[in-house]
């Protein structure tokens, strides 16, 4: 097939056929069938919105079309398809054990799976049917389940989010990771959308799927089970307890997310070596999605139904060298509690699949590190975040509700008194507080500068109105667990594979689960073929 690397065409305009055998300079009955490999949009004139695509086509007499072709942005198509790894020589002796079954933890299983070492998969949390209802517990009656949570259970953190595929890694891994998503039931335009996104209610069902999947070829999944315990003899993983029950393994992938808190006390006590790493907190900034959309598309566009809901990305870097930026950002979504310990708040974003709420919300976070923690020990930026959630549970009245306040009295360093045109989304209830009694006066002034200059790029953004919720704590995780770069193994403990968001190697569902196929294919290298 043949690639065409950039073409424009104006969003009113439905036929992409005639723009293609334009610029192939054939007549239609040439070209046998086409397929959008990326589209994203050109906003950046407000008075006439694009659409620009990468487009594989299948022509007739293809090579007597290369042999003429003078236009550099029409190439021979590049294979993208994912090649799976080769085995090799031991003999493998027990299954490999995943901990976690979140992005990483599924797609190393999957892998591991298809390569016939039936891998058994330990997930402390709960099956995502459960898992909904364990969600809607805390939602509505203010019930938290510490081990089937927003953060924990099948699908992992991402499970309950706007479900976003975009990575700015390069890695054929990617289209794998895509293909299974659809094949699992995901819709077939994250194959090609600039910013893919599945939305929470079709995640929870590919989740599922994907399980399935890998329960047909061999693997074994069990829920509700959590690691207790790591046996390491002579710096080598020798075995797991999983709710004190003893496993032997040689391979132990540790998936388990940027939350589990308890694991990493665990694997600190146990000396594995772990280092902090600098991540970043804050609050979700939530605004009327017409107001993002008039400020993307502009009063000719900000209704047009081709374009749906608008997104934007915004980064600063203020005078005390904080830099401050928005992350997860969320159209037509809403604000969730998204706790996994007792008596702390803890907020994320989400969105369904149509993105069709009234609010669109982002967290704008300010990056932290050990001067803001006071400490080199390894546990410290987790010590922080657990620090700044107590402190919202508290300043929100002591009962989940969410400490609030519109961005007029947040930058006046004023208590906010009462609500104005943005109404929260967050579903539990809210409280009308001064979130610059929250944060350290860095980050709180880091976050205030941000806001403005931000406003400079993306209009209304410091919208007086506008409203922001604390705390956003779950960015990234607040520590590595390190390893080696050739063999992905613990550098201090052979056989323990750190992977995905937890281990601090990877920052959301594609690159987490990119992650993973790297470990399996490192898994899979060592063995023979069953």
């Given at each position: 097939?043949?690639?065409?690397?950039?073409?424009?065409?104006?969003?009113?305009?439905?036929?992409?056929?005639?723009?293609?055998?334009?610029?192939?300079?054939?007549?239609?009955?040439?070209?046998?069938?086409?397929?959008?490999?990326?589209?994203?949009?050109?906003?950046?004139?407000?008075?006439?919105i694009?659409?620009?695509?990468?487009?594989?086509?299948?022509?007739?007499?293809?090579?007597?079309?290369?042999?003429?072709?003078?236009?550099?942005?029409?190439?021979?198509?590049?294979?993208?398809?994912?090649?799976?790894?080769?085995?090799?020589?031991?003999?493998?002796?027990?299954?490999?054990?995943?901990?976690?079954?979140?992005?990483a933890?599924?797609f190393?299983?999957?892998?591991?799976?298809e390569?016939?070492?039936?891998?058994?998969?330990?997930?402390?949390?709960?099956?995502?049917?459960?898992?909904?209802?364990?969600?809607?517990?805390?939602?509505?009656?203010?019930?938290?389940?510490?081990?089937?949570?927003?953060?924990?259970?099948?699908g992992?953190?991402?499970?309950?989010?706007?479900?976003?595929?975009?990575t700015?890694?390069?890695?054929?891994?990617?289209?794998?990771?895509?293909?299974?998503?659809?094949?699992?039931?995901?819709?077939?335009?994250?194959?090609?959308?600039?910013?893919?996104?599945?939305?929470?209610d079709?995640?929870?069902?590919?989740?599922?799927?994907?399980?399935?999947?890998?329960?047909?070829?061999?693997?074994?999944?069990?829920?509700?089970?959590?690691?207790?315990?790591?046996?390491?003899?002579?710096?080598?993983?020798?075995?797991?307890?999983?709710?004190?029950?003893?496993?032997?393994?040689?391979?132990?992938?540790?998936?388990?997310?940027?939350?589990?808190?308890?694991?990493?006390t665990?694997?600190?006590?146990?000396?594995?070596?772990?280092?902090?790493?600098?991540?970043?907190?804050?609050?979700?900034?939530?605004?009327?999605?017409?107001?993002?959309?008039?400020?993307?598309?502009?009063?000719?566009?900000?209704?047009?139904?081709?374009?749906?809901?608008?997104?934007?990305?915004?980064?600063?870097?203020?005078?005390?060298?904080?830099?401050?930026?928005?992350?997860?950002?969320?159209?037509?979504?809403?604000?969730v509690?998204?706790?996994?310990?007792?008596?702390t708040?803890?907020?994320?974003?989400m969105?369904?699949?149509?993105?069709?709420?009234?609010?669109?919300?982002?967290?704008?976070?300010?990056?932290?590190?050990?001067?803001?923690?006071?400490?080199?020990?390894?546990?410290?930026g987790?010590?922080?975040?657990?620090?700044?959630?107590?402190?919202?549970?508290?300043?929100?009245?002591?009962?989940?509700?969410?400490?609030?306040?519109?961005?007029?009295?947040?930058?006046?360093?004023?208590?906010?008194?009462?609500?104005?045109?943005?109404?929260?989304?967050?579903?539990?209830?809210?409280?009308?507080?001064?979130?610059?009694?929250?944060?350290p006066?860095?980050?709180a002034?880091?976050?205030?500068?941000?806001?403005?200059?931000?406003?400079?790029?993306?209009?209304?953004?410091?919208?007086?109105?506008?409203?922001?919720?604390?705390?956003?704590?779950?960015?990234?995780?607040?520590?590595?667990?390190?390893?080696?770069?050739?063999t992905?193994?613990?550098?201090?403990?052979?056989?323990?594979?750190?992977?995905?968001?937890?281990?601090?190697?990877?920052?959301?569902?594609?690159?987490?689960?990119i992650?993973?196929?790297?470990?399996?294919?490192?898994?899979?290298?060592?063995?023979?073929?069953?």
């Amino acid at each position: 097939m043949l690639r065409i690397l950039e073409l424009k065409q104006k969003v009113e305009n439905d036929l992409l056929i005639n723009e293609i055998c334009k610029i192939l300079n054939i007549k239609t009955f040439d070209l046998i069938e086409y397929k959008i490999v990326k589209r994203s949009i050109d906003a950046r004139k407000k008075e006439q919105i694009y659409f620009s695509y990468v487009i594989d086509v299948l022509v007739k007499n293809e090579e007597n079309f290369i042999k003429k072709n003078k236009n550099s942005n029409v190439i021979k198509t590049p294979c993208d398809t994912y090649v799976y790894p080769n085995y090799g020589t031991q003999l493998c002796k027990n299954r490999p054990i995943i901990i976690g079954f979140g992005p990483a933890g599924m797609f190393s299983a999957l892998i591991l799976a298809e390569m016939g070492l039936k891998p058994i998969i330990f997930e402390r949390g709960s099956q995502v049917d459960q898992r909904i209802l364990d969600v809607n517990d805390f939602w509505n009656n203010r019930h938290l389940h510490p081990e089937s949570n927003i953060q924990f259970g099948e699908g992992g953190a991402g499970t309950f989010s706007d479900g976003k595929l975009t990575t700015r890694v390069k890695d054929l891994r990617s289209s794998k990771i895509l293909n299974e998503f659809v094949d699992a039931g995901g819709p077939e335009e994250i194959l090609y959308v600039h910013n893919p996104h599945i939305g929470t209610d079709i995640l929870v069902n590919v989740v599922k799927r994907i399980r399935e999947k890998i329960t047909r070829l061999g693997g074994e999944i069990h829920f509700n089970a959590k690691l207790t315990d790591i046996s390491i003899e002579k710096d080598k993983v020798t075995g797991v307890y999983v709710n004190d029950t003893y496993y032997p393994v040689d391979d132990l992938v540790l998936a388990i997310g940027h939350s589990a808190r308890d694991t990493f006390t665990l694997l600190h006590e146990k000396k594995v070596s772990l280092i902090q790493k600098a991540f970043a907190v804050g609050v979700r900034i939530e605004h009327p999605q017409v107001v993002i959309n008039k400020s993307q598309f502009g009063e000719k566009y900000y209704q047009f139904p081709k374009l749906e809901s608008a997104e934007y990305k915004l980064t600063y870097q203020t005078t005390n060298n904080k830099s401050v930026y928005t992350f997860c950002m969320c159209p037509g979504g809403t604000v969730v509690p998204a706790s996994s310990e007792l008596d702390t708040v803890v907020t994320n974003g989400m969105s369904e699949y149509l993105r069709d709420q009234v609010n669109a919300n982002s967290a704008l976070v300010c990056t932290v590190d050990e001067k803001d923690f006071g400490s080199n020990h390894p546990l410290a930026g987790m010590h922080f975040q657990q620090m700044l959630e107590s402190k919202a549970f508290k300043l929100g009245g002591n009962n989940y509700d969410a400490p609030i306040q519109l961005v007029k009295d947040f930058l006046n360093n004023e208590t906010s008194t009462k609500l104005g045109n943005v109404l929260p989304s967050y579903v539990i209830g809210h409280k009308l507080v001064n979130l610059n009694e929250l944060f350290p006066p860095d980050i709180a002034n880091a976050l205030k500068e941000g806001i403005i200059n931000m406003n400079r790029k993306l209009h209304n953004f410091a919208l007086g109105d506008a409203l922001l919720t604390g705390v956003e704590t779950r960015t990234s995780s607040p520590l590595r667990i390190v390893r080696e770069n050739e063999t992905l193994e613990s550098i201090n403990v052979k056989g323990l594979y750190p992977s995905g968001e937890g281990a601090g190697y990877a920052g959301g569902i594609m690159s987490a689960a990119i992650d993973g196929i790297k470990v399996a294919e490192k898994i899979i290298s060592k063995y023979k073929s069953s």
